[in-house]
């Protein structure tokens, strides 16, 4: 079964310094990765996604994403923090064997950029 | 830019009511999905649908539920019988090719049902 971990609920960081959301999958074969970010009252909007080819994923608003097959995580980072950028975002996954098949979420994680 | 549409943003309604929940996918899509997120929780899948039937399901969606594609440009999800545990943001997701695991999902802005 997939399953996705993002184990922190809550990450502050301070405007203009660079910020981490770590999210962990596990999948029975080669995982599609996707990152998706939620603004108060709004719904998912699609960031990034990992499909295959190079491990740093650049997506949307400058946010980026490393796949690491190793130790099975999609980490989202920016280099540099705008209050803009606090929201809620989920890290998603589906099994390369699954076809189109749902995504499965991970929990969340509400990232507060203070300025 | 093509969005996925949804109506209404938040339903409120008695417990045994029946909801209907409508949402437009992006027009040129032919997979679609709804999702729902109780507050606080994560965002869990209930049914998909291609080619004008059901292609997947999760336990959540039971007898209670249904959906339908009654025209070329809706999509909607059809609660019979409301419950108090069905209150949860409603999300429609749209995707362009069916046969693709690598396709993006694109989300509508939801719906919040709070059943009373």
């Known amino acids: 079964a997939q399953s996705v971990a993002q184990p922190e609920d809550q990450v502050n960081v301070a405007e203009g310094n660079p910020l981490t959301v770590k999210c962990t999958y596990s999948?029975?074969?080669?995982?599609?990765l996707f990152w998706y970010v939620q603004y108060p009252n709004r719904g998912l909007q699609f960031l990034l996604k990992?499909?295959?080819?190079?491990?740093l994923v650049k997506g949307s608003y400058g946010f980026e994403a490393e796949f690491n097959k190793s130790q099975t995580s999609f980490h989202l980072k920016k280099p540099s923090a705008l209050v803009s950028d606090s929201a809620l975002y989920f890290c998603a996954v589906r099994d390369f064997y699954s076809g189109n098949t749902p995504l499965v979420f991970g929990k969340g994680t509400r990232l507060s950029v203070i300025a | 830019e093509p969005e996925v549409t949804q109506t209404p943003s938040h339903q409120v309604t008695q417990m045994g009511q029946e909801v209907i929940l409508r949402c437009v996918p992006i027009s040129n899509h032919l997979y679609f999905y709804w999702y729902r997120q109780i507050l606080g929780q994560k965002v869990e899948f209930l049914v998909s649908f291609y080619n004008n039937e059901i292609s997947e399901k999760s336990e959540i969606f039971d007898d209670q539920f249904s959906v339908e594609r009654p025209d070329g440009s809706n999509f909607t999800l059809k609660i019979r019988s409301t419950k108090l545990e069905d209150s949860a943001m409603y999300f429609c997701a749209s995707t362009r090719d069916p046969a693709s695991g690598t396709d993006t999902q694109y989300f509508g802005p939801g719906t919040r049902l709070t059943v009373l």
């Open positions: 999948v029975s074969g080669n995982p599609y």
């Open positions: 990992y499909i295959t080819g190079d491990n």
